[in-house]
T-cell receptor, first 111, second 111 residues
Framework: QKEVEQNSGPLSVPEGAIASLNCTYSDRVSQSFFWYRQYSGKSPELIMSIYSNGDKEDGRFTAQLNKASQYVSLLIRDSQPSDSATYLCAVYADSNYQLIWGAGTKLIIKP | SQTIHQWPATLVQPVGSPLSLECTVEGTSNPNLYWYRQAAGRGLQLLFYSVGIGQISSEVPQNLSASRPQDRQFILSSKKLLLSDSGFYLC??????????FGQGTRLTVV
């Protein structure tokens, strides 16, 4: 059973600080990794994708991938109240055209 | 650019009534299409996915069904709704780059 694990939170971070979200996965051969943001009552929105070991930066967001340890993380710098949302980690399973989803981490940015 | 339309946004249906949710994608050909359900405060549950017209794979046995009558149209149906069918239904599409893009979602309440 392929699994993706996330801490459900809530993770509370003061405004302006760095928020760190983590995700672990069980399938060693996974190649594609994604972070989605979901505001309450809305559909998930893709914010980051990463395919190679190391860091990938996009504005205030940095995705980090470590395939040997089977974890992927998302850092949000200079956190804003508008970053308050649930963040979903997804891992692509090559064998059956599916994304395997974590249950999400609820992030709260306190002004 | 690609867009995905899903309707209706909200739906209240009595137990035992039929269901039909429709999703269409524009700006792409032969996309992979997905139906997900998300219970309140929970992660995404894959219900059905399709890699082509008439090709439907079911992930969870239940009283729901899906059809893909056209390349960019995906329909979720039920003959008789149960209370447990309540949830947030999401249609999504993907291509070779595998990340999923979601429609606005349908909030279904079965009463």
């Amino acid at each position: 059973q392929k699994e993706v694990e996330q801490n459900s939170g809530p993770l509370s971070v003061p405004e302006g600080a760095i928020a760190s979200l983590n995700c672990t996965y069980s399938d060693r051969v996974s190649q594609s990794f994604f972070w989605y943001r979901q505001y309450s009552g809305k559909s998930p929105e893709l914010i980051m994708s990463i395919y190679s070991n190391g860091d990938k930066e996009d504005g205030r967001f940095t995705a980090q991938l470590n395939k040997a340890s089977q974890y992927v993380s998302l850092l949000i710098r200079d956190s804003q109240p508008s970053d308050s949302a649930t963040y979903l980690c997804a891992v692509y399973a090559d064998s059956n055209y599916q994304l395997i989803w974590g249950a999400g981490t609820k992030l709260i940015i306190k002004p | 650019s690609q867009t995905i339309h899903q309707w209706p946004a909200t739906l209240v249906q009595p137990v035992g009534s039929p269901l039909s949710l429709e999703c269409t994608v524009e700006g792409t050909s032969n996309p992979n299409l997905y139906w997900y359900r998300q219970a309140a405060g929970r992660g995404l549950q894959l219900l059905f996915y399709s890699v082509g017209i008439g090709q439907i794979s079911s992930e969870v046995p239940q009283n729901l069904s899906a059809s893909r009558p056209q390349d960019r149209q995906f329909i979720l149906s039920s003959k008789k709704l149960l209370l447990s069918d309540s949830g947030f239904y999401l249609c999504a599409w993907s291509e070779l780059t595998v990340e999923a893009f979601f429609g606005q979602g349908t909030r279904l309440t079965v009463v």
